[in-house]
């Protein structure tokens, strides 16, 4: 088992950037898939970014493609979600999930161990 604890947001103004961290424990988290998702009042949750294992993939939804980047520390745990160009449209709780096995991270589902989130507000 492994614990993910998130880090990192706040609010910002559209434009502005955020580092999102999410750092685990418990388990070696170099064997752990991890993702980012997030959820706006009255939304489903949706996918954000992953990154497999290794680093050697990263796969980020289109809303975020060129603006978001997903990026790992096997050495430190962690996992990081560097936001650029920020939009008020961004704003939502995000989510970290980690999972050993797992071939499709774009599915929250797929996922077996998640965060307790952070909130990121965006102002216009």
């Known amino acids: 088992q492994v614990q993910l604890v998130e880090s990192g947001g706040g609010l910002v103004q559209a434009g502005g950037s955020l580092r999102l961290s999410c750092a685990a424990s418990?388990?070696?988290?170099?064997?752990?898939?991890t993702g980012w998702f997030r959820q706006a009042p009255g939304k489903e949750r949706e996918f954000v970014a992953a990154?497999?294992?290794?680093?050697?993939?990263?796969y980020y939804a289109d809303s975020v493609k060129g603006r978001f980047t997903i990026s790992r520390d096997n050495a430190k745990n962690t996992v990081y979600l560097q936001m650029n160009s920020l939009k008020p449209e961004d704003t939502a709780v995000y989510y970290c999930?980690?999972?050993?096995?797992?071939?499709?991270?774009?599915?929250?589902?797929?996922?077996?161990?998640w965060g307790q989130g952070t909130q990121v507000t965006v102002s216009s």
């Open positions: 999930a980690a999972d050993p096995n797992i071939r499709i991270l774009t599915i929250s589902a797929n996922y077996q161990y």
């Open positions: 418990g388990r070696t988290f170099s064997n752990y898939a």
């Open positions: 990154i497999r294992r290794n680093g050697g993939s990263t």
